[in-house]
């Protein structure tokens, strides 16, 4: 695809599409609960759908009217053995969490996904489940998809120190330990995203929260909800970026969820000297509209307990360092390497390829500033942030085409995202 270059500015107002963490929760939560759970600004988008049609499979009566989506609540262990095979596509949210969800449902399934999926590490999440007294294999031994889950039932629980600052084996671990007898503990290596222990207190649940430890007893009941979801910050912030980089730009992007968990990128924009500011920030829904515009910045640090704080963002936050003044080091990032693809190397040969000079790390990337982007060939590798942050590097490119390869990846995540940054660019 020739992406849009060339941006001379970059007006006006967005509504950014709903979270992906929250929206694949919501079909989670909402099947496992008892009554109804009707869900508002749900993100369709392939990912999440994706979670849909799998509950769907596990036997709940799911209905999208094109506006709202309202499940039929199961109860905690009331999935249905489905008949085929569950194919979570790209997502590696949906296979995780749901390694935990069908651990102690009763039945045997396996699980599998596309070419990336089947290259992205499990046993974070087998070892704990097994520890737990799960039977669950990888493809012929090893730790990949597709994963072979057997009939299990009595799962004990565990006190637990994860190896990985990651939310999504905290999540499969918590919905493990719903199904499980005792009460489980776990610590956290760095607090990431909460969004499951969040709702898990939503629809009704106990769970106790002590700095980076969590309690949780099993044998617990939901009550279906009412949910709404926010706009997802990890969409927005390639517009943040954009606005930022793009010189006369001014824009406001609406209902975004700000839980602190996720907020990283405003504290890196800030320390880099960039004019963002928050504003009708609604508590209760952990929300509210974030202003950008076009910025003189500075490079900088980002390293330590920030990260999973932005971990997503670090793909777009590296073409933003590419236009600050002097570098900026980026360290502790080594779970970059094994997302939808290996963020470091992706973004380092991508944009190296359009003439940023950034230099991959093991555990993160150091980025001269003040670079000139032109136009090249890229590839997203099939991973959407990749994609989208290229399109929005692009926009820099004076004259010469930018061409992406493997353009449609952006629908796992954002499927409007090219026609939303035209609406931006008239
Ligand atoms: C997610 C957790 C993060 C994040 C992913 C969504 C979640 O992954 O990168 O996009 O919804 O729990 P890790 O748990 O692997 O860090």
Do not use: W
């Not at 449902?105 to 699980?111: H, I, R, S």
């Not at 997802?232 to 980089?245: C, N, Q, R, T």
């Amino acid at each position: 695809m020739k992406l849009k270059i060339n941006a001379t500015s970059l007006n006006g107002e967005l509504k950014v599409p709903g979270d992906k963490s929250i929206s694949h929760r919501s079909i989670m939560f909402g099947s496992l609960a008892e009554g109804e759970t009707v869900i508002t600004d749900f993100l369709r988008a392939d990912d999440c759908l994706d979670t849909l049609k799998i509950f769907r499979q596990l036997g709940v009566p799911i209905h999208d009217d094109g506006h709202k989506i309202t499940i039929e609540g199961q109860g905690m262990k009331g999935l249905k053995k489905p008949k085929e095979v569950l194919d979570v596509g790209n997502s590696g949210t949906t296979i995780r969490l749901l390694m935990g969800i069908l651990a102690g449902q009763g039945f045997d399934v396996t699980l599998t996904g596309d070419s990336s999926i089947q290259k992205r590490p499990m046993n974070r999440v087998m070892l704990p489940l097994r520890e737990m007294g799960v039977s669950v294999m990888g493809y012929e031994s090893t730790e990949f998809p597709p994963i072979k889950l057997n009939e299990n039932s009595d799962l004990k629980a565990i006190k637990y120190q994860l190896p990985v600052a990651s939310a999504q084996v905290k999540s499969a671990l918590l919905f493990a330990a719903l199904q499980a007898e005792g009460e489980t503990e776990l610590i956290e290596k760095e607090k990431t995203r909460d969004h499951t222990e969040v709702m898990i207190k939503q629809f009704g649940g106990q769970i106790k929260v002590e700095g980076k430890k969590i309690t949780l007893s099993g044998d617990q009941r939901f009550t279906g909800q009412k949910v709404n979801v926010p706009g997802d910050i990890s969409s927005a912030a390639f517009f943040i970026v954009a606005g930022l980089i793009v010189p006369n730009s001014h824009i406001v992007l609406k209902n975004v969820g700000l839980s602190e968990t996720r907020t990283g990128i405003i504290d890196v924009v800030k320390a880099m000297d960039g004019n963002i500011s928050l504003t009708d920030v609604d508590e209760l829904n952990d929300s509210g509209t974030i202003t950008v515009t076009s910025s003189t910045l500075i490079g900088t640090e980002i390293s330590g307990d920030i990260i999973p704080r932005l971990i997503d963002e670090l793909p777009i936050i590296a073409l933003l360092a590419t236009q600050a003044t002097g570098e900026t080091i980026i360290k502790d990032a080594e779970e970059l390497r094994v997302k939808e693809t290996d963020r470091i190397q992706a973004v380092s040969d991508e944009l190296t390829k359009m003439g940023a000079n950034i230099v991959p790390t093991i555990d993160g990337m150091i980025i001269q500033g003040n670079t000139t982007l032109s136009g090249s060939r890229v590839t997203s590798y099939g991973d959407h942030r990749i994609g989208m942050m290229l399109q929005i590097a692009a926009l820099l490119v004076k004259k010469d085409e930018v061409i992406l390869d493997k353009s449609d990846a952006v629908s796992v995540s954002y499927p409007h995202f090219f026609d939303d940054l035209e609406s931006l660019m008239k």
